[in-house]
């Protein structure tokens, strides 16, 4: 068993700082909640301020904390109160009271057609294109923060894509993309 530890505030403040919004942004395409988001992200934040693990790098820090952000949405869908919470979700939207003191930044990202398109994807297509494409890790970096194979991000890569493209030009024709395309 680890031992828990306090870490520095200064250490906490840089981490915030450096990767607070990679965090955020992989938190909010895993759960499609903002609130759920924000929740996850302070527990990542709480995490760390307790963990004892020696980082050796900012890198070897921020693939921590997406591999923690990644897992800690997992969790929280894996509750059972959350199906109930979905299924009354889906059956009623209610509109937020403070649309109105809404962040300008995320007013933006959430009409941009391609963050609609990204949150209409499987989970595990969707984080994989997120880290890829929004963070530039590459498919080895991935594959050791989600868990899985090079080859199986590299398939799910292919996968999001296709299913962006079909999503974002639903009258266009499925078009052909060989594996090397889908490797890079």
């Avoid at 929740?39 to 307790?50: E, P």
């Avoid at 939207?93 to 990204?118: F, I, K, M, N």
């Avoid at 994807?121 to 498919?139: I, N």
Wanted: hydrophobic share 40%; with cysteine.
């Amino acid at each position: 068993m680890t031992n828990k530890v306090q870490r520095a505030e200064k250490f906490m403040r840089h981490a915030m700082a450096a990767h607070g919004s990679s965090v955020y942004l992989v938190a909010l395409a895993q759960t499609r909640s903002e609130h759920d988001a924000q929740d996850v992200a302070q527990d990542v934040f709480c995490r760390l301020l307790t963990d004892a693990t020696a980082f050796t790098s900012d890198e070897h820090l921020r693939a921590w904390l997406l591999r923690v952000t990644v897992n800690r949405c997992r969790e929280l869908h894996r509750m059972p109160w959350r199906r109930r919470v979905d299924a009354l979700d889906e059956r009623a939207e209610l509109s937020s009271p403070d649309v109105g003191t809404e962040d300008a930044a995320l007013a933006e990202l959430r009409a941009d057609p391609v963050w609609q398109a990204l949150r209409e994807l499987p989970e595990k297509l969707r984080v994989v294109a997120l880290l890829h494409y929004v963070e530039e890790y590459s498919t080895d970096q991935i594959a050791r923060i989600v868990g899985c194979a090079p080859a199986t991000v590299r398939t799910r890569l292919y996968r999001a894509r296709r299913q962006m493209r079909q999503i974002l030009e639903p009258n266009s024709e499925p078009k052909e993309e060989s594996y090397e395309q889908a490797s890079v």
